[in-house]
């Protein structure tokens, strides 16, 4: 079993080499090297041809009743650090900014326990590429990988928030995070020079417009009671500055805590995109990209168990939480796997995709305990 001055030093060497979505094959590497320095005689290493940066370990139960599953994501995000860490991500421009460091350390020390410690159920771990793009859960689940033995009867998942205190667990019935779709818009004008507009047809004007109008769609057309989010992180247009733009692209995520409310989003946004379209005399091309990203729906019974251990059990350790609006493919593995998902609290003052988030250490053994005192008493039930 990894003590704790290995996790540190795992999880701050993963910290250092983070990889983008269906790229993570230094991670995948370094994973495998770990496993294969655990006990390996109930063990079964498993490649993915058709997603080589996926790894599987199935674990032989004692006497087992089901097949547990355990997920957890390994890629990262195109952030540039800024945390002036020692351990500081040694990939320009690439950054463990959503904690996948943590969550990957904790996987790898809940599998090495159940490694050295038998389990009574099979277990499978997931150590899942792209998670924050390109949609890895589904890949994974569509390229058949969960067949036969390698398909768990239930799954379990965490996330790391900043908003816990380290070491806390928070979960809750019913819809954990939101689901979103990504969209990316094309606006196709006329360039030209920045003295003779009247020649031209500015796409960056046209595209402010899209986005101002697009803000009044949460506020002006969806049920408060159900509301949602549309954020355009990436808005790229022009050359210079006496150039006027013929072309603008965007790209934006849109979410809510029920697949009803996106398709209600996305029908919107193509009714203002067809507005521009005529008032700007130009082109809107949209691109609405699912992928998997549903909303991530706690199994009822499988999550009321675990929520009443956890009650019982780590009750000084353990919240209800609220749902968020952070998307997770995860949602896609459990529309078809029953499971939950649940968030382990990493305390830091600044949020996901931060380029200063920090998850706090302190967080991954009690987190490990949590998990692995869960299911140890989930094999004890029939
Ligand atoms: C927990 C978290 O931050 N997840 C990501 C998931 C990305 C979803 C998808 N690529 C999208 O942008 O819609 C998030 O941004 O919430």
Not at 262 to 277: F, K, L, P, Y
Not at 324 to 329: I, L, N
Not at 363 to 373: L, Q, T
Request: proline share 5%.
């Amino acid at each position: 079993m990894l003590k704790t001055a290995d996790l540190i030093q795992i999880r701050r060497h993963l910290h250092q080499i983070p990889e983008l979505a269906l790229n993570e094959f230094q991670t995948h590497t370094y994973i495998k090297e770990v496993i294969q320095g655990f006990d390996q005689e109930h063990l079964t290493i498993r490649e993915v041809e058709e997603l080589p940066t996926a790894l599987l370990v199935h674990i032989d139960g004692v006497n087992p009743k089901r097949t547990i599953g355990y997920r957890t994501d390994i890629d990262a995000l195109p952030v540039q650090e800024e945390t002036g860490l020692p351990f500081e991500s040694k990939h320009p421009g690439v950054m463990h900014a959503c904690g996948h460091d943590i969550h990957m350390t904790v996987a790898l020390a809940v599998l090495s326990y159940f490694a050295q410690n038998q389990p009574q159920d099979n277990m499978v771990f997931f150590f899942q590429p792209a998670e924050e793009s390109e949609n890895g859960g589904l890949l994974a689940y569509e390229d058949g990988v969960f067949e036969g033995q390698w398909r768990p009867d239930e799954f379990y998942g965490l996330h790391d928030t900043p908003d816990l205190p380290a070491g806390q667990i928070g979960c809750r019935l019913g819809t954990l995070f939101a689901g979103t779709t990504e969209i990316d818009v094309d606006f196709v004008g006329k360039g030209g020079h920045a003295a003779f507009p009247q020649n031209a047809n500015d796409m960056i004007v046209a595209a402010s417009q899209f986005i101002n109008q697009i803000q009044t769609i949460i506020s002006r057309s969806l049920d408060p009671i159900h509301s949602g989010v549309v954020t355009f992180g990436m808005f790229e247009a022009g050359t210079i500055r006496n150039v006027i733009a013929g072309r603008a692209h965007l790209e934006g995520t849109i979410r809510g805590l029920k697949q009803t409310t996106i398709e209600q989003i996305d029908e919107r946004i193509r009714d203002v995109a067809a507005g521009i379209a005529r008032s700007y005399n130009c082109e809107v091309n949209l691109n609405f990209i699912q992928g998997g990203y549903l909303p991530v729906e706690n199994d009822p019974k499988l999550t009321e168990n675990f929520i009443d251990y956890m009650e019982k059990q780590h009750a000084s350790q353990f919240t209800i939480t609220e749902p968020a609006m952070t998307g997770e493919d995860f949602g896609y593995l459990l529309s078809k796997i029953p499971g939950t998902m649940f968030w382990l609290g990493v305390g830091d003052e600044h949020p996901l995709h931060s380029a200063k988030l920090n998850p706090n250490e302190d967080a991954i053994e009690p987190g490990v305990k949590a998990i692995v005192d869960f299911l140890e008493y989930r094999m004890q039930e029939k």
